[in-house]
Every structure is written in C-alpha cells, then in structure tokens.
C-alpha cells in the first residue's frame, strides 16, 4: 500500500530536471495520447525487456566507441564502420545495441528447451541471454583470420540422424578457419 502513496513521480520528475532531461512523466503521457483507448495499458512484459535492452546498450555505448581497436562481434565491427552500409551514426543512437545484423540462427533439438545461437561470422552463444565465445588465428607471420572482420564467411546447416548443426569456414591467404556448432544429446542433457 505504501507504493501507492510514495511520491514517485514527484522524484523521478525532479531527477531528470536536475540532470536536464525533459520530464518522462509528461513525456509519456504526451505518448500515450496518440494511441487509441485501450483496456490495457502497456505490457510490463515489454517494458522491462526494453529496459534491460536499452541499459545493456548504455553499457555498450561507454565501451565500444572508446575500444575501436578491440576484436569486437560481427554486428558492432559493421556498425561502427563508416565504409559499412550497416554504418549506424553514432551522433544518433543514444545507446549501441544491434539494430542491423540480427540475423542469427538457432541450433538445437526438439523438445529441448536449450537452443544455442549462432552470428553470420560463427559467435556462439551457448546459453539464453549468456555470453558469447568467438576463436579467430593469428599465424607467426602476422597473418591472420579474424571472423568478425572477414568480408565474406561461408555457412551451412547441416542436419543428419535427428541433429543440427551449423558450419561456419572462412580463409584468408593460407589460413583457414573452420568450426561447427550443434546440439547433442548425452546421457540425457543437451550438450552444446
């Protein structure tokens, strides 16, 4: 009950006022009156999602553009490239999250609740919402394959004997890099 009565939107007005902000209370009625009347307002589903998705980009947004030089993921190389068409103006993206190359594909079994995702340059993400593993080569010469900044990957689904999988090779000069992702089933558990 006491939720009710805390001054909420008092603070968070005042808050954003004193940071200079515009009033997100005021804002987000100001929103809302171009829709038409609902019995529902909006999920809370949805907000909390975009929330995390947006703070997780405010994150990006202090790492990536002071790292440039890092090996970074397929989606952040093409969209902080300004010879990319996937180059996104940093001037006009509050927070760095993948808007251009969501294009990834999920391996696994049926009936099995873990699905595995996989990037266009071969990213894995073992687990949901969890974190990614990449592998790339540098030879003794220098050379080197670096999936994420390859022009061009070749990539197959394969499917034989009630599996699935995903094979990702790219070469460069002499070097080939070759890796395949899929879901299996061992004693019972899936296995990545």
């Known amino acids: 009950m006491l939720w009710r009565w805390f001054p909420w939107k008092y603070l968070i007005r005042r808050a954003a006022r004193k940071h200079g902000f515009l009033d997100p209370i005021t804002l987000w009625t100001k929103f809302r009156q171009f829709a038409q009347p609902s019995e529902v307002a909006e999920p809370i589903e949805l907000l909390r999602a975009g929330a995390l998705f947006h703070a997780r980009g405010l ?49 696994g079994l049926p009936g099995l609740d873990a699905y595995p995702i996989l990037d266009p340059r071969g990213l894995l993400t073992p687990f949901w919402d969890g974190w990614s593993l990449d592998c790339w080569i540098i030879g003794d010469d220098g050379e080197q394959v670096i999936p994420s900044q390859m022009e061009h990957a070749d990539q197959a689904l394969l499917v034989q004997d009630s599996r699935v999988g995903v094979r990702t090779a790219m070469d460069s000069g002499n070097m080939r890099l070759k890796s395949m992702a899929e879901v299996r089933e061992e004693a019972g558990r899936p296995v990545c």
Do not use: C, G, K, M
């Not at 952040?76 to 993948?98: G, W, Y």
């Open 59 to 107: 994150i990006n947004t202090r790492i990536i553009q002071h790292n440039l030089d890092w090996i970074w993921p397929y989606w952040v190389e093409q969209q902080f490239d300004p010879e990319s068409p996937s180059f996104v103006p940093r001037a006009f993206s509050v927070t760095h999250v993948n808007l251009t190359h969501r294009n990834w594909t999920a391996i």
